[in-house]
């Protein structure tokens, strides 16, 4: 006999927009719940309660055959290529696998339309019948895009997907989603850990700690004026590669992140916060506009 000893809310009490032929960033320590809010939001994990709204329709109360339309609009990338494709699969079928699921095409057609979107994310012909362990990190992640992008979907989540690439690789690739995006005015929710390349690619970046946004902001303004303290530990981390730049002073955050199991009482950073108050400790922050667009959970700041 099993017994419910507690829940996990993996992911509470988030508001974030993506707009059209936009780029939202969302970034966190791992654990936090990025993955499981970018999984949800494209019903690969059902949500518990609150409203995922795509092109206006209400999409958390969809039946499967509704769900399935859907599935061409919303697509996703996940972080480690070699993992998310089928190793028993050549390139075609993995891209062939999409189309058929959705269009009625000839084997030729197929072909074409597999190497159509191939060349497309950059690789050749010579790799449609190739295997994934026949192939890179970075071509791997390449044909993972091109099978996200079969049917012109207008969203998709990226889930760290430069994280497991050589950092050449890296701008390539960040390159590509961004030319993509112009040629499909595609939409995107980029999840990092990294600030660096979530502020490059990002036109507006949410940060989470432990379930909740803390901070949303416009990417340029993050670097000039976060407010909330998480996100300026978070800034202080990232190393300056210029040796004639003076060195900047490091804020090391201190404590261990929160079990989502049991999160303290308030707001979920005040353990680890040097600016926490007896307030901070008994009552949790709403996200408020501080400025034009620019949304803050911390009594501090408000």
């Given at each position: 006999m099993f017994r419910v000893a507690g829940y996990v809310k993996a992911v509470d009490e988030v508001d974030l927009d993506v707009g059209v032929k936009s780029t939202h960033g969302l970034i966190g320590e791992s654990g936090c719940g990025k993955t499981t809010l970018g999984k949800t939001i494209i019903r690969l994990i059902?949500?518990?309660?609150?409203?995922?709204?795509?092109?206006?329709?209400?999409?958390?109360?969809?039946?499967?055959?509704?769900?399935?339309?859907?599935?061409?609009?919303?697509?996703?990338?996940?972080?480690?290529?070699?993992?998310?494709?089928?190793?028993?699969?050549?390139?075609?079928?993995?891209?062939?696998?999409g189309i058929m699921a959705f269009v009625h095409m000839s084997e030729e057609q197929i072909n074409e339309e597999a190497l159509k979107l191939l060349k497309l994310v950059g690789l050749k012909e010579e790799h449609l019948w190739r295997y994934p362990h026949e192939l890179s990190g970075g071509q791997n992640q390449r044909v993972a895009i091109a099978r996200a992008i079969t049917l012109n979907p207008k969203f998709m989540v990226l889930d760290e997907p430069t994280s497991a690439l050589d950092v050449s690789v890296q701008a390539q690739i960040l390159e590509l989603?961004?030319?993509?995006?112009?040629?499909?005015?595609?939409?995107?929710?980029?999840?990092?850990?990294?600030?660096?390349?979530?502020?490059?690619?990002?036109?507006?970046?949410?940060?989470?700690?432990?379930?909740?946004?803390?901070?949303?902001?416009?990417?340029?303004?993050?670097?000039?004026?976060?407010?909330?303290?998480?996100?300026?530990?978070?800034?202080?981390?990232?190393?300056?590669?210029?040796?004639?730049?003076?060195?900047?002073?490091?804020?090391?955050?201190?404590?261990?992140?929160?079990?989502?199991?049991?999160?303290?009482?308030?707001?979920?950073?005040?353990?680890?916060?040097?600016?926490?108050?007896?307030?901070?400790?008994?009552?949790?922050?709403?996200?408020?506009?501080?400025?034009?667009?620019?949304?803050v959970a911390c009594h501090e700041a408000v």
């Open positions: 059902e949500p518990t309660d609150g409203k995922i709204s795509f092109d206006g329709v209400e999409i958390t109360e969809l039946k499967k055959k509704e769900l399935r339309e859907l599935r061409k609009n919303m697509r996703i990338v996940f972080q480690d290529p070699f993992s998310s494709l089928d190793p028993r699969m050549c390139v075609r079928d993995q891209i062939a696998e989603l961004k030319d993509l995006q112009d040629k499909f005015n595609l939409s995107y929710l980029f999840i990092s850990h990294d600030l660096s390349v979530v502020g490059y690619i990002s036109d507006e970046v949410s940060v989470m700690y432990v379930g909740n946004i803390v901070e949303r902001v416009k990417a340029a303004e993050m670097w000039k004026g976060a407010l909330h303290p998480y996100t300026q530990f978070l800034l202080s981390a990232i190393p300056i590669p210029e040796l004639d730049v003076k060195k900047k002073e490091r804020r090391l955050l201190k404590g261990e992140v929160p079990s989502p199991v049991n999160p303290p009482r308030g707001c979920r950073f005040h353990p680890r916060c040097p600016h926490a108050t007896d307030l901070c400790k008994t009552k949790k922050p709403e996200l408020i506009e501080i400025k034009h667009k620019h949304f």
